[in-house]
């Protein structure tokens, strides 16, 4: 398992506040890259989930008009940061930041038009039953976007690469992987992009 005061999957303490700050700079280019693919209208409401130190939810909230964006991360110190991070937004009523579980989203059913996973879908517990929990708070029509600069481009030597990752707490998915835990969760047009240097991946799939 991931060391829980150093590990990326729950920040805490002042070696946390580091890894948050590192993680809003660090992560510019993989982000910048994944928003390409990723459409958001004037008015959607999004939910940005694992939201770290909330640069992701400062971006995306300068995309279009009139939107919603919410914040969800199980660390109490990543939601502390990422409030600060939006402090105007949370003000102005455009955004919320929360602390909760992908396991168990704290939203209504079809509540959402697009849900987000910057980097941290290979930390979900149980990656069927928590994607399926994002379908049920998306709205029909509406996108569940993952965004990573970790995958493994093939079912090649998966299983020795994913060992090394569990030792990290983290599982590791192949683009056929991804493409069959989010059909088995009931999203169709899944749409797979892989960067030029092939060590960014962004999946998109939608709710029918």
């Not at 008015?43 to 919603?68: Q, S, V, W, Y």
């Not at 102005?92 to 602390?99: A, P, R």
Request: charged share 25%.
């Amino acid at each position: 398992m991931a060391n829980k005061l150093f590990g990326p999957e729950k920040p805490k303490g002042i070696i946390g506040s580091i890894f948050l700050w590192l993680m809003n700079r660090t992560h510019t280019k993989m982000v910048n890259w994944g928003l390409q693919y990723l459409s958001i209208k004037d008015g959607d409401c999004i939910l940005d989930i694992g939201c770290g130190g909330g640069a992701n939810i400062h971006r995306m909230l300068k995309m279009a008009n009139n939107l919603k964006v919410f914040g969800l991360d199980h660390s109490k110190l990543a939601v502390e940061k990422a409030r600060e991070y939006n402090r105007d937004a949370i003000e102005e009523g455009t955004c919320g930041i929360l602390l909760g579980s992908v396991s168990n989203i704290p939203f209504e059913d079809e509540y959402f038009d697009i849900a987000t996973a910057f980097q941290t879908i290979f930390f979900w517990p149980d990656i069927v039953n928590d994607v399926k929990e994002v379908f049920r708070v998306l709205k029909s029509g509406g996108t569940f976007f993952i965004c990573n600069a970790g995958f493994i481009p093939n079912d090649r030597n998966i299983r020795i690469i994913n060992k090394f990752a569990q030792m990290r707490g983290m599982s590791l998915y192949s683009t056929k992987e991804y493409n069959s835990i989010l059909t088995e969760c009931g999203f169709i047009n899944i749409k797979i992009n892989i960067s030029n240097d092939k060590k960014l991946i962004c999946v998109l799939g939608e709710k029918p």
